[in-house]
């Protein structure tokens, strides 16, 4: 964590080819790279949910990696629309995965 960072938590909610693709499996390895907290998971919809806590550097490069286009990280699938939802930081979370 840097100097002056803060924690931050976030659910995005991402629509397009995001499910079949490896979303879950590349998202999660972003996450545990940026040293995030949360999860991501495929929704009954056909999108997928990404919760991330942690620095907030950390989740902030989190949104632009799941976000970018064209990506710049080999990420798998194409989002098209998403929603972002600020939540409460949980106390201790300290592993990524995914659902």
């Known amino acids: 964590m840097g100097f002056n960072s803060c924690m931050l ?16 499996w590349w998202a999660m ?6 040293n995030l ?18 620095d907030d550097e950390a989740v902030g490069r ?6 970018e286009n ?3 990280t080999a990420r798998p699938g194409r989002v098209d629309d998403y929603d972002i939802s ?9 592993a990524f995965g995914y659902r």
């Open 9 to 24: 938590a976030v659910v995005i909610t991402l629509r397009g080819r995001v499910q079949g693709v490896g979303f879950r």
């Open 29 to 34: 390895g972003e996450a545990r790279y940026l």
């Open 37 to 54: 907290a949360g999860y991501a998971e495929n929704l009954a919809d056909g999108s997928v949910e990404v919760r991330a806590q942690g």
């Open 62 to 67: 989190m949104i632009r990696l799941v976000l």
């Open 70 to 72: 064209p990506t710049t």
């Open 86 to 94: 600020w939540v409460d930081v949980i106390p201790g979370a300290k």
